[in-house]
């Protein structure tokens, strides 16, 4: 059973393969959307051609997954974790080196296709921060995020098609003392994204901090909780990203709706 439906307008210019594909649901699909209970205003007869004024609005199926596809400690004493400008002096090299040292990579994965309906997000609490290219981020923020939009892939149109695949390395000098160093908690999900409304699908939570000896895990990767969700959000919602950009907050945000939904 597809996790909830969404319900999507067609638009100028747009008939019911240009929406499967906008949601990565195979043309091959479109008799069994069509057999949906929830579309049973669309003739059985209607081909992927038809659009506006015939066909105003149906619901496609949200049924991807994500998978959480790796995730470890990470240190590099000797490059760090972030490249490193090639014009930096011995000294600038390596006071950046110890700056980005310590962290942790995350790798997480969705089914299916790059497509513009679904899109990466990663809301951020952060303590201890320290600056980073004269920049001291926030102690919640909306991670990437440009041009008034939240995607974590920011350098992608909001309506060019996001990668199934998400990426991070999130890292820090280790302080002298524990409690000292950088305290990291952050939700990463997809969004189903229909503008103006951002319903996430299905997210994880993970939380490290960095110490004296690295980076150790306080919650590994895990399915996110409705208090969680919640959380991201709240966050989203405030639109505050990791420059104090505007990440969105005039867009609308949801999370999970209920199992076999309609979201609209």
Request: proline content about 8%; overall charge negative.
């Given at each position: 059973?597809?996790?909830?439906?969404?319900?999507?307008?067609?638009?100028?210019?747009?008939?019911?393969?240009?929406?499967?594909?906008?949601?990565?649901?195979?043309?091959?699909?479109?008799?069994?959307?069509?057999?949906?209970?929830?579309?049973?205003?669309?003739?059985?007869?209607?081909?992927?051609?038809?659009?506006?004024p015939?066909?105003?609005?149906?619901?496609?199926p949200?049924?991807?997954s994500?998978?959480?596809?790796?995730?470890?400690?990470?240190?590099?004493?000797?490059?760090?974790?972030r490249?490193?400008?090639?014009?930096?002096?011995?000294?600038?090299?390596?006071?950046?080196?110890?700056?980005?040292?310590?962290?942790?990579?995350?790798?997480?994965?969705?089914?299916?296709?790059?497509?513009?309906?679904?899109?990466?997000?990663?809301?951020?609490?952060?303590?201890?921060?320290?600056?980073?290219g004269?920049?001291t981020?926030?102690?919640?923020?909306?991670?990437?995020?440009?041009?008034?939009?939240?995607?974590?892939h920011?350098?992608?149109?909001?309506?060019?098609?996001?990668d199934?695949?998400?990426?991070?390395?999130?890292?820090?000098?280790?302080?002298?003392?524990?409690?000292?160093?950088?305290?990291?908690?952050?939700?990463v999900?997809?969004?189903?994204?229909?503008?103006?409304?951002v319903?996430?699908?299905?997210?994880?939570?993970?939380?490290?901090?960095?110490?004296?000896?690295?980076a150790?895990?306080?919650t590994?990767?895990?399915?996110?909780?409705?208090?969680?969700?919640?959380?991201?959000?709240?966050?989203?919602?405030?639109?505050?990203?990791?420059?104090?950009?505007?990440?969105?907050?005039?867009?609308?945000?949801?999370?999970?709706?209920?199992?076999g939904?309609i979201?609209?």
């Open positions: 059973m597809p996790l909830f439906f969404e319900r999507v307008s067609i638009g100028p210019g747009e008939n019911a393969g240009t929406i499967l594909d906008r949601y990565d649901v195979d043309r091959s699909r479109w008799a069994e959307v069509k057999g949906l209970a929830q579309n049973s205003h669309i003739p059985s007869n209607a081909p992927l051609t038809l659009g506006s015939q066909l105003t609005w149906f619901c496609v949200i049924d991807d994500v998978n959480v596809v790796n995730y470890r400690i990470a240190r590099d004493t000797v490059n760090g974790l490249p490193v400008n090639i014009a930096f002096t011995p000294q600038q090299r390596a006071a950046f080196v110890r700056s980005c040292a310590h962290g942790v990579e995350i790798e997480a994965e969705r089914d299916g296709n790059p497509c513009a309906g679904f899109r990466w997000l990663q809301t951020v609490k952060k303590r201890n921060a320290v600056p980073f004269g920049v981020e926030p102690p919640e923020f909306v991670d990437t995020g440009a041009a008034a939009f939240p995607f974590y920011g350098w992608i149109a909001s309506t060019d098609p996001d199934i695949s998400f990426e991070d390395t999130p890292c820090g000098p280790a302080p002298a003392r524990m409690g000292q160093g950088i305290d990291f908690l952050a939700t999900s997809v969004a189903v994204w229909t503008p103006p409304r319903t996430i699908a299905y997210g994880y939570t993970y939380h490290f901090q960095i110490g004296p000896a690295g150790l895990w306080l590994k990767p895990r399915e996110a909780t409705d208090a969680e969700y919640t959380e991201q959000v709240r966050i989203l919602t405030a639109g505050v990203g990791i420059l104090r950009q505007d990440t969105g907050r005039n867009l609308q945000y949801r999370k999970p709706p209920a199992l939904s979201n609209q």
